[in-house]
């Protein structure tokens, strides 16, 4: 465990994440001991802010509402993966083309696409009847400062 407090855990990590992003392309593939013992000052601000109320649409299990839809509009399994190979296939040899070909099948792709905008909207409006959930407000560490104070790396036994 740690003695450290919220805010000064949340300056560390962000600091240590943006360190350590900028230290990546100097790691070589491989494992790299290391014994260091670092004394750290964490100073500044830490700003917090308060929870907001959000609509879960992340939380909306895709694949399950996908199959669902399927079981809704009647189609059996088969007749959906037969479909959805078909359209699969379809797609990768439109955007394959070039040119002309590749301009009328799009065309006739965004005849369809009326339908799908609209399914859109209705996902839109069903959305809104969600019940709100609240997350935690974002803690901002611009004003919080992590300097290194000392180090000392121990040397690797021979």
């Not at 369809?112 to 069903?126: C, F, I, K, N, P």
């Amino acid at each position: 465990m740690t003695t450290l407090s919220a805010a000064a855990l949340h300056a560390l990590a962000d600091a240590a994440k943006a360190a350590a992003d900028e230290a990546r392309d100097s790691l070589t593939t491989g494992d790299h001991d290391l014994d260091e013992t670092v004394t750290l000052h964490i100073g500044g601000t830490v700003s917090v802010s308060d929870g907001e109320s959000y609509i879960p649409t992340v939380s909306i299990p895709l694949k399950e509402a996908l199959a669902l839809t399927l079981q809704f509009a009647g189609i059996t399994r088969e007749a959906a993966i037969d479909a959805l190979t078909r359209a699969m296939t379809e797609a990768l040899r439109i955007k394959a083309l070039k040119g002309k070909d590749a301009k009328v099948a799009k065309a006739q792709i965004e005849a369809q696409m009326s339908m799908v905008e609209d399914a859109e909207t209705l996902v839109r409006e069903g959305l809104d009847s969600l019940p709100p959930q609240t997350r935690k407000g974002k803690v901002r560490c611009a004003k919080a400062a992590v300097e290194e104070v000392a180090t000392e790396k121990k040397q690797a036994a021979a």
